[in-house]
């Protein structure tokens, strides 16, 4: 009967969709083209780094080291990035020394002294909109106060505010925000009893977060710190901002003396060379940001160990 | 006496439960300085915002007549025309070339990472987004103006400048893709899983639950994810001052094959090189009133993404 058979069909279809291949081509194209994307990401970054390369390995083979030790010039033959590296290390002091230990005691506040007031809620608002403004802004904000208005106690003679001091307090600024989001994400992770054992024995605040807190969250605050440093090392339109110049430094040695003196760093000596049109300088850039590319990658691989290294589940 | 009795921890009389002065003392201050630190980051707040508006008055006041904002010729500082809005659309061109980049990258990248991958996938995965995020924007401008424009751009568009809007704006797209990734992973990732499970139970397929069940759960964050990817696209300054061209203004257009000045670019531009006019006349201070545009822009769009990210916790 015609039933039947219909019966045994539909018997047949409902095994086949049970027992048949449970892979379904719609899924296995869709999946492949998210795939794509993270492939397509991977290869550009190969992209990118294999035409760096290329483009800095006859200039490397051809000078070696000296590319590192030869300064700004205006011939491609003689142009390196000397005193670009020197720059940028000073730079990094001061993200060490004062984006650091503002960034950490702010976030302490946050997240172990303040109570939900109006007042530390503005607090918290304004820290999270300050890391959503742009670069560019920061280095207007250092030419105004840092360069124009406090011009003559950041700046020696001649040099119109335009000084290691002006750059570097600017770029603290400007990696403050990050430091304080990631130190108080990595305050949060540590349970509260820990806390409430301190207070337990009598404790003062203070006495619990040195001894409990902060040991407890360091790996957490240094993988950020060191985060915020390799941003701050690639860094270039708020020292361009503040008068970061390509080179000519007529610095006049010591360990001080330069903080007042017209400066220079790794990524505005780049830029520099990138905007010239002869292709020997595209060398020497490709170069400089190798340096820089590998001293980046060094940094945050750095963090990413210390993270796996220390990381602890509550 | 009440010394000794504080430093071996041992309460003799009813005055100890108080505490030793000096404990009391070096908390108050521990508790200032951390304050003070917290306070600083409210000064720098105010300080952009006085620089900012300070410089901005500045320059409307040297403005000859008002009417110059609105030029016809566009934005060229160095002739007195100061049509801001030239550089709004140089800024708006690159930053909608960025999201057609960003946002397809990002968003397929964030799906994959969090519906698909299994997790030793994604501990191998996560890194190339996270290195991408890492490479500093005056590279990526070295890459778009020295790559993307003359082996992309130019063999697809033979007609194009060598310094267009286009590779600039392939250039920040791509280094915008990590964010817009991350923030729609972070959301796609808050679904909770019993949706996904109620989805299969009732016989869909993976590519359906993630595209019909997960993504309109997650539509909030995605647009947040957006939103912000726009943000930091219009911010962006070095890809652009490289790659884009128009070192000395723009007029307004709509080609992304020629060069254009964004309102980044034009900061840099008055700030340094050939277009630096010190003191006379108000080019100098029109960076200042280009500035505070941007922060009010970007500022804006950084609220309502946070207002859009604030939806998916009250919700999940």
């Known amino acids: 009967m015609g039933g039947s058979t219909a019966v045994v069909a539909a018997r047949e279809e409902v095994r086949r969709a049970l027992m048949g291949r449970r892979r379904d081509l719609g899924t296995t194209l869709f999946q492949l083209g998210l795939l794509l994307t993270l492939i397509l990401a991977l290869a550009i970054l190969l992209v990118l780094l294999g035409q760096v390369t290329a483009k800095a390995l006859p200039v490397l083979q051809e000078r070696g080291g000296q590319i590192l030790s030869s300064s700004y010039s205006s011939l491609a033959e003689r142009a390196g990035v000397r005193y670009g590296i020197i720059g940028s290390l000073y730079l990094m002091i001061f993200v060490v020394v004062i984006a650091f230990p503002l960034g950490i005691g702010a976030a302490v506040y946050m997240e172990e002294y303040a109570r939900d007031t109006r007042f530390n809620r503005i607090i918290n608002a304004n820290i999270r909109n300050l890391a959503g403004v742009p670069a560019i802004v920061y280095g207007i904000l250092g030419l105004a106060i840092f360069v124009e208005l406090l011009g003559d106690v950041t700046s020696g003679a001649g040099v119109e505010g335009k000084s290691l001091l002006s750059g570097g307090l600017t770029i603290a600024i400007m990696v403050l925000p990050i430091v304080i989001i990631t130190t108080a994400e990595a305050l949060r992770a540590v349970p509260q009893s820990l806390r409430e054992a301190g207070f337990g024995v009598g404790a003062t605040r203070w006495e619990v977060i040195r001894s409990h807190v902060l040991p407890n969250a360091a790996p957490g605050i240094l ?34 003396e330069p903080l007042q003196e017209r400066f220079t760093a790794l990524p505005t000596l780049i830029f520099a060379y990138t905007k010239k049109p002869q292709p020997e300088f595209q060398e020497v850039a490709a170069a400089g940001i190798l340096i820089l590319m590998g001293t980046i990658f060094l940094v945050n691989l750095t963090a990413i160990l210390l993270r796996n290294r220390y990381e602890r589940k509550w | 006496m009440a010394e000794a009795a504080s430093t071996s921890g041992a309460i003799r009389s009813r005055g100890d439960l108080r505490g030793d002065p000096r404990r009391q003392r070096r908390e108050r201050i521990v508790r200032t300085t951390m304050l003070s630190a917290a306070v600083f980051s409210v000064l720098i707040s105010l300080a952009i915002v006085f620089a900012l508006t300070g410089g901005a008055v500045d320059f409307v006041r040297r403005l000859d007549d008002l009417g110059l904002l609105f030029s016809p010729q566009g ?23 960025a999201m057609l980049v960003a946002a397809p990258l990002g968003l397929g990248a964030a ?35 020295r790559f993307i424009s003359p082996e992309i751009v130019q063999s697809l568009f033979p007609q194009a400048e060598f310094f267009n809007a286009l590779a600039a704006g392939i250039g920040v797209g791509l280094l915008v893709t990590p964010l817009v990734a991350s923030v729609a992973e972070d959301a796609m990732h808050a679904v909770p899983n019993a949706l ?42 070095m890809i652009v001052a490289i790659a884009a061209g128009g070192t000395s203004g723009t007029t307004i257009h709509l080609d992304p094959l020629v060069g254009t000045q964004t309102m980044t670019a034009a900061i840099t531009a008055l700030a340094t090189g050939s277009d630096q006019v010190r003191g006379a006349g108000p080019a100098y201070y029109s960076f200042f009133f280009v500035g505070i545009l941007l922060f009010l822009m970007t500022l804006s769009l950084n609220l309502i993404s946070e207002r859009f990210v604030r939806r998916i916790r009250r919700q999940y």
């Open chain 1, 223 to 256: 993988t950020g710190s060191v985060l915020a440093m390799a941003r701050a090392l690639g860094e270039t339109a708020p020292l361009i901002m503040v008068g970061a110049v390509t080179g000519f430094l007529a610095t006049s040695g010591g360990f001080v």
């Open chain 2, 75 to 97: 934005w060229f500082p160095r002739s007195n025309a100061f049509d801001v809005r030239a550089i709004f659309v140089g800024s708006l061109i690159v930053s909608i070339i």
């Open chain 2, 111 to 145: 799906m994959y990472l969090s519906e698909f991958a299994k997790p030793r996938a994604r501990r191998f995965l996560k890194p190339i987004l996270e290195t991408l995020a890492s490479v500093p924007s005056v590279v990526m401008g070295f890459f778009a103006l």
């Open chain 2, 196 to 237: 996904r499970e109620a989805s299969f139970g009732l016989g869909a397929r993976r590519r359906l639950t993630s595209t019909r069940v997960v993504f309109p759960a997650a539509v909030s964050g995605i647009t947040a994810a957006l939103i912000l990817g726009i943000s930091r696209a219009i911010g962006e300054t």
